[in-house]
């Protein structure tokens, strides 16, 4: 891999480590975001160009002072009035992934003003993107619904967000397991400490394409190497390269101390810890490895005792932290050699993941993005996270949002009107102004909180349903075409002049 990667992603898992005395199917999606072409890299993993997934948004590439590989050489920018833009993928409800987005302004748009703005996925927040660095996010949850959306959502004006990669990876169902499926892991490192410099490990030797980074070794500190086989015991399965590599301390009288500023969620806590041990060393006669983790002056574990070609993993599902993690890792009293490490990942926790808007809704707005090309880009969460729902809709702050505006007005669409009788919540529906055809369908009467139907404007046929007549929070009057609206009147008759824009005779309803 090019060095200038390798440094790219060393900074994003950048530490300080220092000697102190005293089963899952494939699944790979990789988007380059704004390329046109499809291209393997040196990991051999297949990359997409965007230009057929996403209508939105313009292809830019970096300038040349600031590229980095093929894939973060592009992007795509996204200047427009939307309140986001999304990425859709996708998915199996259930299903446990690993989502990686990388942003590398580059100064492609040649103003040298890295803009900030919101990262989402699947309708939560995850972070408020500075670009004035190349940077990595990377998240670990399980699909709730059939569809994974990220997105990008402009926070200050004339700040546009962009997006270099984007990718998703299948994981067990069992891995990183040490959590309520509730809950996202936000990765903030991942070390192979025995790994030499400028060593990245990933796919194809991390089946996930987990990315895995050296890191550098202060004064007292040894790297130790194996080539023994690694026995698949660790649920969380490390690539055997990271595992046949470590860091110890030269004796028993020295502990390794290990110093990790938590810097991309700072506000987030607590945070998930996962260690990976293993023995590299062939142990002698009475020889004897034994060693305790320790949170500033606390033990946090049980004594770890590693086996030469077996995964001791331990971790901490549930840890406070407050800016930075110090830890400390001690041979215990029994042991005749040092402590060492072979691994490590630090996740904050998110909050709780939402279930996203309502199923009735999503499946009424599927419908219309069906059936209309002009909607077909509109992704992620409809409703979520407020205040960024989608530009046409209104929901309400229910705990799962329902819809209760549909305003469509002016938007081109053309065509019979799709059957979205399941957003039931609707109480505004206009879709005024457009090239709408066939008859008024019947399914709009079964929205039984509808209190304001515009549909003037548009190329339908024949007469008002009785099904909408039946409606007694529609009080229904005349302006010129067809418009249904509320009044306070609530009489259940009414009269109803009504003009079409074809060449039919005009009725009326009474």
Not at 89 to 103: D, M, N, S, T, W
Not at 131 to 153: D, F, M, P, Q
Request: charged letters at 20%.
């Amino acid at each position: 891999m090019a060095t200038d990667l390798w440094l790219l992603i060393h900074l994003l898992f950048l530490s300080t480590i220092s000697a102190s005395g005293d089963g899952n199917e494939v699944y790979f999606v990789s988007i380059d975001c704004g390329g046109s072409n499809n291209f393997t890299d040196e990991n051999l993993i297949e990359w997409n160009g965007d230009d057929k997934l996403i209508s939105q948004g313009v292809s830019h590439e970096v300038k040349s002072d600031y590229s980095i590989s093929r894939v973060y050489d592009t992007l795509r920018a996204f200047d427009n009035a939307r309140n986001k833009n999304c990425y859709s993928i996708e998915a199996k409800e259930g299903q446990k992934v690993l989502v990686r987005v990388v942003f590398n302004y580059g100064n492609y748009d040649g103003r040298n003003s890295a803009p900030t703005f919101d990262l989402h996925f699947d309708g939560n927040f995850w972070v408020t993107v500075n670009t004035s660095e190349a940077t990595l996010y990377e998240a670990i949850y399980v699909v709730k619904r059939n569809v994974i959306g990220v997105c990008v959502a402009r926070k200050f004006p004339n700040q546009v967000p962009f997006i270099s990669s984007l990718e998703v990876r299948g994981i067990d169902p069992e891995a990183y397991d040490g959590r309520s499926p509730d809950y996202a892991l936000l990765t903030n490192y991942r070390i192979g400490f025995g790994l030499s410099d400028e060593t990245i490990i990933r796919f194809p030797e991390d089946p996930y394409d987990r990315i895995w980074v050296p890191e550098n070794i202060g004064i007292g500190l040894v790297r130790l190497n194996d080539t023994s086989t690694i026995d698949d015991n660790s649920i969380d399965n490390p690539p055997t390269r990271v595992m046949n590599g470590a860091i110890a301390t030269m004796d028993t009288d020295h502990f390794i101390t290990l110093s990790f500023s938590i810097v991309k969620y700072p506000i987030r806590y607590p945070m998930y810890i996962n260690w990976y041990f293993t023995e590299v060393q062939g142990l002698g006669p009475g020889e004897y490895r034994s060693f305790e983790i320790y949170k500033d002056d606390d033990n946090i574990s049980v004594p770890t005792v590693p086996r030469i070609g077996y995964v001791s993993q331990y971790f901490v599902p549930d840890l406070s932290v407050n800016g930075t993690i110090n830890f400390s890792i001690v041979a215990t009293d029994d042991s005749t050699l040092p402590p060492l490490i072979n691994a490590i990942e630090i996740f904050s926790i998110s909050d709780a993941l939402t279930n996203g808007t309502d199923d009735n809704d999503a499946e009424g707005l599927d419908s219309l993005k069906s059936a209309f090309d002009v909607l077909k880009d509109w992704g992620g969460d409809p409703c979520l996270p407020a205040p960024y729902s989608w530009d046409w809709i209104v929901c309400n702050d229910d705990p799962r949002p329902r819809v209760t505006s549909l305003n469509l007005n002016g938007y081109s669409l053309s065509g019979p009107l799709p059957d979205f009788r399941s957003m039931d919540a609707l109480e505004i529906i206009d879709l005024h102004n457009n090239s709408l055809t066939g008859f008024v369908p019947d399914f709009l009467g079964d929205i039984s909180n509808l209190k304001q139907l515009n549909l003037a404007d548009n190329q339908f046929k024949g007469s008002i349903p009785r099904s909408l007549l039946r409606n007694s929070q529609l009080n229904l009057s005349y302006t010129g075409n067809l418009l249904l609206t509320s009044s306070s009147n609530k009489k259940k008759t009414c009269k109803l002049s009504v003009i079409l824009a074809i060449a039919i005779p005009v009725f009326f309803i009474v």
